[in-house]
């Protein structure tokens, strides 16, 4: 199982805060006859904060807006085996690594230019 979870944090990307991704996140549901499903649910929106580096307690923050302007937030475990896998999408300019002026504020970052 550890070698699991090492085999995933080598695959993972690295996350920072600004970086617009899709989390895959593994659901496991009851149907009306008592069994098991999984399905994969995606959650895109801007990496608000990451703590606790790359240890085994390492989270990361992902805020959406989702319909009717309602700010939506979810906190993923980094190493968890119920993400399935984070996609980067592209990423922002942000001058700080906690980016939680964004719950507040109408603001927009403006996306990083690319060095050749």
């Not at 307690?57 to 959406?64: D, E, G, L, Q």
């Not at 993923?76 to 984070?86: D, E």
Request: hydrophobic share 35%; no cysteine.
């Amino acid at each position: 199982m550890a070698e699991n979870t090492k085999k995933q944090a080598e695959t993972r990307p690295e996350i920072k805060s600004g970086m617009v991704v899709k989390v895959h996140q593994k659901i496991k549901e009851l149907n009306t006859k008592g069994e098991e499903k999984e399905r994969i649910q995606i959650f895109e929106g801007t990496v608000l904060a990451t703590k606790g580096g790359q240890g085994q307690s390492a989270t990361f923050t992902v805020r959406k807006i989702a319909a009717g302007n309602i700010g939506v937030e979810k906190i993923f475990p980094l190493h968890s085996p119920n993400i399935a896998k984070v996609e980067i999408i592209k990423e922002l300019k942000a001058r700080r690594s906690k980016l939680y002026y964004l719950r507040s504020h109408k603001k927009t970052l403006k996306e990083k230019k690319k060095v050749k």
